[in-house]
């Protein structure tokens, strides 16, 4: 059973910054897209940021400049770095990857979510 740890959310005022980590954990193969989604309120999820197995990235238009997503596969690890955060980044996060549990099988797992508030 793959699972994702999800860390990092917390409160902070328009224009700070904030780190989130998901650990991704089990019987892994390997492991290929790794990503970020947030959902706020009354929306719908919504895609932030992904980052393939080769370390190819895309972003969100609203967070372009301001985000950066990275991973360590060594530590089955993704990061989102967030900078400049707006009030309108306010969301529950979660983190998701796909890839193979073994030769043959296939998983696509989500994290619980991490709280990000932005308010003064």
């Known amino acids: 059973q793959v699972q994702l740890v999800e860390s990092g959310g917390g409160l902070v005022q328009p224009g700070g910054s904030l780190r989130l980590s998901c650990v991704v954990s089990?019987?892994?193969?390997?492991?290929?897209?790794m990503g970020w989604y947030r959902q706020a309120p009354g929306k719908q999820r919504e895609l932030v940021a992904i980052?393939?197995?080769?370390?190819?990235?895309n972003y969100a238009d609203s967070v372009k400049g301001r985000f950066t997503i990275s991973r360590d596969n060594a530590k089955k690890t993704v990061y989102l770095h967030m900078n400049s955060l707006k009030s309108e980044d306010t969301a529950v996060y979660y983190c998701?990857?796909?890839?193979?549990?073994?030769?043959?099988?296939?998983?696509?797992?989500w994290g619980q979510g991490t709280q990000v508030g932005v308010s003064s």
């Open positions: 089990g019987k892994i193969f390997s492991i290929n897209d």
């Open positions: 998701n990857a796909d890839g193979k549990v073994n030769m043959t099988s296939v998983f696509s797992s």
């Open positions: 980052i393939s197995s080769g370390g190819s990235t």
